[in-house]
């Protein structure tokens, strides 16, 4: 469910697919993997503002929110970027998982921006709604 740069751009990576590997492998956890696909410069932005700079952070993050959690695709798409090497790729869908008491979960809106240039990425963005399902699970919102 790619939609890919035209056949002009000049990428010579599909970052689509770059992403979707990505969050593959951290997804599995393998954040040592998942540096492969990430610049030194890396940015990365969760839900609430909190910053990280390395995959392994947002594995920890996700460990410590969920029992366990991967993400359902549902597309990854391309936007050019700024420059010939740079594009912007969005990759939305549903988490599933588990919470940490053992109840399972799905259907839980994702989407992730991510700028990827040189065929690396180097910044994250990701917003969900875990928050607030965990407010409604604790009695303090309704959905």
């Avoid at 259907?107 to 990827?116: A, E, K």
């Avoid at 240039?117 to 928050?131: E, F, K």
Wanted: hydrophobic content about 45%; overall charge negative; some cysteine.
């Amino acid at each position: 469910m790619h939609a890919a740069p035209s056949s002009s751009s000049p990428l010579t990576y599909d970052p689509a697919a770059l992403v979707d590997e990505y969050l593959r492998v951290l997804m599995i956890p393998d954040p040592v993997a998942a540096r492969r696909f990430v610049s030194p410069e890396l940015k990365i932005r969760f839900t609430g503002g909190r910053e990280m700079i390395d995959p392994a952070q947002c594995a920890a993050f996700n460990a410590g929110r969920y029992g366990w959690v991967k993400k359902r695709f549902e597309a990854t798409e391309v936007v050019t970027g700024a420059t010939l090497e740079q594009a912007i790729v969005y990759n939305r869908g549903t988490l599933y998982g588990v919470w940490p008491d053992g109840e399972a979960f799905e259907g839980n809106r994702y989407v992730d921006r991510y700028v990827v240039r040189h065929g690396l990425i180097v910044q994250m963005d990701v917003w969900n709604d875990s928050a607030e399902r965990m407010l409604v699970r604790a009695g303090l919102a309704e959905l």
